[in-house]
């Protein structure tokens, strides 16, 4: 009996010892790791699915052109359903799986979560849409997207420039991180000599009664806001006699026109935003990568956006960089760790030679965007207006 237990505890001891030496024979598969999360069920999903399409379009066209010296991109992509309580579990799940490098999160609130873990374990993002200022706070952090700051000074600039003269108005969240940053540069900047008519709401206010009676005699109303409410209120002051001519957004407008049971054809007034891409394109680098996302998607199912078209820049702006990496010296491979990874990628960004051509930002003609980095870490780029509804005819 004493024979038979010790032949078996042998046995199991000879049995560990070669799984032991398997595993730790085992090598890492040959792709280096592209980690995010967004949000890709709930009410957000819409920008959570364009990323990760986009993304996955940009790492399939890498790998299908040899990869970055034979080493393959793979994107993990998790779902943070626009709730930042769940980014810190996705976060050490794809810390976990391999995560190299990242695009961070696609949208802000889960965002302010993702910095703080990915400033502890040294892991560069560059966040196709998260807007906040706060984003980029430490030295790891990149936006493609214009922040929030930029994004009111840019609005202010275009209004400067187009709307002098005019009477406008601003209808804006005024518990919202996003809407009130985006806010309060636009009013810094926006010239003295406009008049200006203001209305706010907080929560989930979806009733704007006395918000469209206080902007109603104004020619153009800008809206810092998302496109949910941003289209409440369009469809309620149909019903009231008003002087506007224009609804001018920002990024959180993209999708208004892609919005069950809205129909924004109804919406006699201009609708438009500022953005870095235009998704309606018919030529020129935003349309030839249009016509490849609608060729592998399902356009009605999975609409493009501008988030989506940051993501694949994204993509392509870390594998162009670490192109330059290892022409200036550096070790790339599949096993670089996240923090070496995070060095090697930020010693490219922030130099003052840097700079990617992409098909977000302003393009001329079948020329590709300038697209350069700032020492926080934002984006600089030329924004363009773009239309999404034209104003219907009298």
């Known amino acids: 009996m004493k024979k038979i237990t010790k032949f078996l ?16 024979g085992a090598k890492k598969e040959n792709v280096i790791v592209i980690g995010l999360t967004g949000p890709l069920t709930g009410g957000a999903s819409i920008y959570g699915i364009a990323v990760k399409n986009s993304a996955q379009l940009a790492v399939d066209e890498i790998n299908a052109a040899g990869g970055l010296n034979g080493i393959n ?4 992509m998790r779902d943070d ?18 995560m190299q490098v990242s695009l961070g999160t696609v949208t802000t609130k889960p965002g302010l979560e ?54 406008i108005g601003i209808f804006y969240k005024a518990d919202d991180e996003y809407s009130k940053g985006i806010y309060d540069n636009f009013k810094k900047n926006l010239d003295t000599s406009f008049v200006v008519a203001e209305a706010s709401f907080t929560g989930e206010a979806s009733t704007f009664d006395s918000q469209i009676n ?24 149909k019903d009231v006699a008003n002087s506007i001519t224009t609804y001018y957004g920002c990024d959180g407008f993209d999708g208004i026109d892609a919005i069950d049971g809205f129909d924004i054809n109804s919406i006699p007034q201009e609708v438009s935003m500022l953005s870095h891409f235009n998704s309606t394109a018919t030529e020129g680098p935003a349309a030839d990568f249009i016509k490849k996302y609608n060729d592998k998607y399902d356009e009605a199912k999975e609409p493009l956006n501008q988030f989506g078209a940051a993501a694949y820049d994204c993509v392509y702006a870390i ?14 491979d599949a096993n670089t760790s996240a923090s070496d990874m995070c060095e090697i990628l930020k010693e490219v960004f922030n130099s003052d030679t840097f700079e990617f051509r992409g098909i977000t930002g302003k393009c001329e003609g079948t020329e590709k965007s300038h697209i ?23």
């Open 9 to 24: 505890a042998l046995s199991l001891c000879l049995i560990m010892l070669v799984g032991c030496f398997a595993a730790c």
């Open 73 to 76: 991109f793979k994107l993990d």
């Open 81 to 98: 359903e626009h709730k930042a309580e769940n980014v810190e579990n996705l976060y050490n799940g794809l810390i976990e799986d391999g």
């Open 114 to 167: 993702f910095k703080n873990l990915s400033k502890e374990d040294n892991v560069f993002f560059l966040t196709p849409s998260a807007t906040g200022d706060a984003i980029p706070e430490f030295a790891n952090g990149y936006q493609m997207c214009f922040a929030d700051s930029n994004q009111g000074t840019a609005a202010a600039k275009y209004f400067n420039e187009t709307y002098k003269g005019k009477k």
């Open 214 to 237: 206080l902007l109603k005699d104004c020619e153009i109303v800008f809206m810092p806001i998302y496109y949910t409410p941003a289209s409440q209120f369009m469809v309620q002051a």
């Open 319 to 332: 594998y162009e960089a670490l192109k330059v990496a290892i022409a200036n010296g550096k070790d790339v």
């Open 372 to 394: 350069s980095w700032s020492d926080d870490g934002t984006v600089v780029k030329e924004a363009i207006k773009y239309i999404v509804k034209e104003k219907t005819a009298a």
